[in-house]
């Protein structure tokens, strides 16, 4: 009985000890969840950086982010555009498949270039060259510029850093080469 008794003793012990740390550890957390405080970044002595989106015109993957023609901004939905104010349909599509290439130099392919196709209002095909950019909060797609007198494009690669088009002007191979400053597309040659 006695050996009963000690065994019931350090178990009611051990669950005072127990539930006194529990009263404890609900103290602190209900007193550090009502600080005013957004976060715990200034009580907790961690260099944590508090991340915040800069440009909020980024999209889940190149086919569904916002890019530029002049001055006008559209954005990709599926591969087809679309003004912003308007929100309506704009005749710019992608044509073929995005490259992915590693464009801002991440050791990562994650980056994609691609060409967009855009109707006229004279019927004509016009071809621009854009690329986005993979950052962690989604893709940011750059400017894209005119492929002036291309009438098809035949091939776009990423080699040394350049992008390549080879396009049909006036019925002759043309190639045009295209880079990335200052986070937009620039031509080359």
Known sequence: MKKQIQKNISSRVGSIILFS?????????????????DSLYDMVRVNIPKISIVDK??????????YMIGSEVFKL????GVVLEEKKDVPINVSGNPIIADLDNKNVK???????????????KLYYVTASIKNFYG?????AILLEGVSEVNS????NGFIKVNGVV???????????KDNKLIKVN
């Open 170 to 180: 006036d019925k002759k191979s043309v190639i045009s080469y295209f880079g990335i």
């Open 139 to 143: 893709y940011k797609g750059l400017n």
């Open 156 to 159: 776009v690669n990423y080699e």
């Open 110 to 124: 994650d980056d994609a270039i691609m060409i967009l196709s855009k109707v006229s209002d004279n019927d004509n």
């Open 77 to 80: 939905e599926n591969g087809k």
């Open 21 to 37: 740390l529990t009263i404890i550890v609900l103290i602190i957390y209900s007193y550090l969840s009502s600080k005013e405080d």
């Open 57 to 66: 015109r980024v999209g889940a993957d190149p086919l569904n982010a916002y």
